[in-house]
């Protein structure tokens, strides 16, 4: 089964960048993930910030388009989510997750979710 180990996140203060990072290993050699980042503010519900698709296609959601960026490097199977220019609201634990991956013949499969452990993210204002 494929496992989720993040790394990154940190304190900075408003305006300021962080990285997050989210290997992947594990998992099938037939499987491209759809891996999701999300995250939640203390006394919030978790809420989806961005994704990105077995076939490269990257969405976000939109209080975050501008600022951050989903990107993977498939030399080490580790996801990357470039977050700038954060605000105070955005502090909180951020969650890599996957529950879905493409296999080489072009179908989808899905299980149940696995999730990296978790990132804090702090920011003063």
């Known amino acids: 089964q494929v496992q989720l180990v993040q790394s990154g996140g940190g304190s900075v203060q408003a305006g300021g960048s962080l990285r997050l990072s989210c290997a992947a290993s594990?998992?099938?050699?037939?499987?491209?993930?759809d891996i999701w980042w999300y995250r939640q503010a203390p006394g919030k519900e978790r809420e989806s910030v961005s994704r990105l698709d077995s076939d490269g296609k990257s969405t976000y959601a939109e209080s975050v388009k501008g600022r951050f960026t989903i990107s993977k490097d498939n030399a080490t199977n580790t996801l990357y989510l470039q977050m700038n220019s954060l605000e105070p609201e955005e502090t909180g634990m951020y969650y890599c997750?996957?529950?879905?991956?493409?296999?080489?013949?072009?179908?989808?499969?899905?299980?149940?979710?696995?999730w990296g452990q978790g990132a804090q993210v702090t920011v003063s204002s």
């Open positions: 594990g998992g099938s050699t037939r499987c491209t993930y």
């Open positions: 997750e996957t529950h879905r991956c493409r296999l080489t013949s072009g179908s989808y499969y899905s299980f149940v979710s696995r």
